[in-house]
């Protein structure tokens, strides 16, 4: 019957996966209910005024090649108005629009329709506006709308071209660490399922609101990593569990009492990192995290549900057509691992100190980030909306296709054209324009980058300098309203992140030190790969190797998501780790064997998911997306760090010194705590410990008295 409803559920969702595309959007960077996103409103509504999302057609001719011009000029403009978004065409010569030299002119499409639909219009108009032929002129597709149409196609191309690299590369590394094509395609098998399903809820979940692309490349980053680890995870478990004697029913059992339990707790902390992006006010990053909580949900239900069914199938199955390689037991525990925690044991310090010192050594970079706000640096050089800026900054100022804008009372006016005057950064400012009803809007253009600290301070002088009445907005002051937004936001996540996790593996692992360790050593990872982050991409380090050009600063919604990313994927390792230490000292007792144990039998898993993972992520660095390179390389990089340095050294070391002090729990605590256990009754095979058929000896937990 489970089998069945995946099917079906598959079968059902899966036909909707090719309208993923149409049905998402492509807008949704700026702040939800910000005095922006209210002032685009008004212009919209009440003034024959291009907004911020205005579609624009720049047309560039030769030089005195203006009856060309201005063919250009009334082809391009037909074109726009036969676009069912465009509310009216504004002609360069109403605008003012012209260049001195009257070599280019800018024909303004007014935006009729909400911000994804503008996204949609200008990726139509992308090869409408392209394709007029007119010898001595040529005309580009751009604006902010435009920009955003070009970014996303070309991002949605580099993620599919990543995925195609990410499968095989999974494929080979998950052939190396199971040694048989059963075990290593169930997986991926899985992993498949989940991603065709995953594609069908976000084209559901679409129809109830706007949803960015976004949501579906960190669905698909999502799915593909975590449905291989917590199904490589479960099976490596169920293979080791599989010994001869034992019933199939009973290993899966033990696997699901046992792995299981890792699997959910890990999922968990994963949910709840990334609910806290929900609390921004921002289409984009909200979509993120419902990618991804979409993702990691489906894949939970599938390992906790799916996943046993098959298992208990295959049974001895699970190991059917075996590669050359593969040895007997050889993926359940390592000689080699084993003795590598025997040597973290003896040397804590030897091998710790030095981890430690090279972790915050890293971390260190990151003291010195900066934030900012990208610009056309992260479109293609050929982009239409990016030839188009160009050629409109060149022919008009670098401020030009940006202007900001003030709505007020009318009676303001010239408190709000004096306001405009007393800004350096701020061209001079228009004639008011009246929506007839007591408000004027008064706008001027920039005379810096929209995205430059310089812009972002002439908004807050301005607003500054208003009437209480009066609102500013415009294309810059909704990046500045984003920005501000989120630096509010970001400490006060960050720490409801950090509760969220000490609170999840205080309730699995039943002790506050080790919750504690458990968050600070994720947290560690997370800090060394932020400084890694600005090492590469704020200075430009290894920017030939990954190809790229720095933009000197990191963009700013980079470090709430990420963090989020990072902490929940490196809390994955903490309790795959964590929970076979905790299964062998509520076992044995023997703090030394549970450690030496754990990453003996961890260590593979570790390794192995470890090694799909960075092989996903750093499939993403191939792309020509500045956005894929980054997002690529940063996780890649976290899980390296956190899985070779922390989890199979510095975590184990910790254990090391703290003994049996870190599974002792106070009794008031065992009063409120939910009763976890991740010991299924069961001692280490017989090649290295009592079999099966010997009695357990439970270890009565350390309480602090």
């Not at 993923?20 to 009440?46: K, M, P, Q």
């Not at 989940?194 to 069908?200: A, K, N, Q, R, T």
Request: aromatic share 6%; glycine share 8%; proline share 6%.
């Amino acid at each position: 019957m489970v089998v069945l409803i995946w099917c079906l559920l598959a079968a059902g969702l899966a036909t909707q996966f090719p309208r993923l595309h149409d049905e998402l959007s492509g807008a949704g960077w700026e702040a939800l209910g910000s005095e922006s996103v209210d002032v685009r409103a008004a212009v919209e509504e009440d003034f024959d005024v291009p907004s911020s999302y205005a579609v624009l057609a720049v047309v560039q001719s030769d030089a005195g090649a203006e009856n060309a011009r201005d063919t250009a000029i009334r082809r391009a403009s037909a074109v726009l108005r036969a676009d069912p978004a465009i509310a009216g065409v504004s002609s360069p010569k109403a605008l003012g629009t012209i260049s001195p030299d009257g070599r280019t002119a800018i024909v303004v499409g007014r935006a009729g329709a909400g911000t994804a639909e503008m996204v949609r219009a200008a990726d139509r108009l992308r090869d409408r506006l392209g394709e007029i032929d007119v010898p001595g002129a040529r005309v580009m597709r751009t604006g902010l709308p435009a920009q955003w149409a070009d970014f996303n196609d070309n991002h949605g191309r580099e993620a599919q071209k990543a995925e195609l690299i990410a499968l095989p590369v999974t494929m080979v590394i998950l052939l190396l660490a199971f040694g048989s094509l059963a075990a290593a395609g169930l997986p991926l098998l899985l992993t498949v399922i989940g991603l065709s399903i995953s594609g069908g809820l976000l084209v559901a979940l679409a129809a109830f609101g706007e949803l960015s692309i976004w949501s579906q490349n960190f669905a698909s980053i999502f799915t593909l990593a975590l449905g291989i680890d917590y199904a490589l995870f479960i099976v490596m478990r169920f293979r080791a569990a599989l010994r001869p004697g034992i019933p199939t029913t009973s290993a899966v059992a033990t696997t699901m009492d046992t792995a299981g339990k890792a699997v959910l707790f890990s999922g968990l902390t994963v949910l709840s990192t990334l609910m806290v992006i929900l609390v921004v006010p921002n289409t984009m990053l909200r979509s993120v995290a419902i990618g991804i909580l979409i993702s990691v949900s489906l894949v939970l239900a599938m390992v906790l549900t799916l996943l046993p069914v098959v298992l208990n199938r295959l049974g001895h199955g699970i190991d059917r057509f075996p590669l050359p390689w593969r040895k007997a037991g050889s993926a359940h525990r390592s000689q080699r691992l084993a003795a590598w925690g025997a040597q973290l044991w003896a040397h804590p310090l030897r091998y710790g100190v030095p981890a430690v010192v090279l972790m915050l050594a890293l971390t260190s970079p990151a003291l010195g980030m900066k934030v900012g706000v990208p610009d056309l640096g992260l479109l293609p050089a050929d982009a239409p909306a990016r030839t188009g800026a160009e050629a409109a900054r060149t022919a008009f100022g670098p401020g030009a296709l940006g202007p900001v804008q003030v709505i007020g009372p009318a009676s303001e006016t010239a408190r709000i054209i004096e306001a405009f005057r007393t800004q350096p950064a701020l061209g001079p400012a228009s004639q008011p324009a009246s929506d007839g009803d007591g408000n004027v809007l008064v706008q001027a253009p920039l005379t810096a980058v929209r995205t430059s600290d310089d812009a972002g301070r002439a908004v807050a002088s301005l607003r500054a300098a208003i009437p209480a009445q009066a609102s500013v907005g415009g294309v810059v002051a909704e990046v500045k309203d984003f920005q501000d937004a989120v630096n509010r936001i970001t400490p006060y996540a960050l720490g409801v992140m950090l509760l969220l996790a000490f609170a999840l593996m205080l309730v699995a692992f039943q002790a506050p030190v080790v919750a504690l360790l458990a968050t600070a050593s994720s947290a560690l990872s997370t800090g060394a790969a932020f400084g890694v982050t600005v090492l590469i991409f704020q200075e430009g380090h290894l920017s030939g190797l990954f190809g790229f050009q720095p933009q000197g600063f990191i963009d700013f919604w980079v470090p709430l998501l990420f963090f989020a990313m990072i902490f929940a994927i490196t809390m994955d390792y903490t309790v795959f780790l964590l929970s076979a230490t905790r299964e062998h000292w509520d076992n044995t007792g023997d703090a030394r064997a549970a450690v030496i144990e754990s990453v003996a039998r961890s260590g593979p898993v570790i390794i192995a998911a470890a090694s799909v993972m960075v092989g996903v992520f750093f499939s993403f660095t191939v792309a020509d997306s500045l956005a894929a390179k980054e997002c690529g390389a940063v996780l890649g990089i976290a899980v390296l760090l956190d899985a070779f340095l922390v989890r199979l050294l510095v975590l184990p070391v910790a254990l090391r010194l703290l003994g049996p002090l870190a599974w002792r729990q106070p009794v008031w605590l065992g009063r409120i705590l939910p009763s976890v256990s991740f010991g299924h009754g069961e001692q280490s095979d017989p090649e290295h410990g009592p079999g099966p058929e010997t009695p357990l000896t439970t270890h009565t937990r350390t309480t602090a008295r």
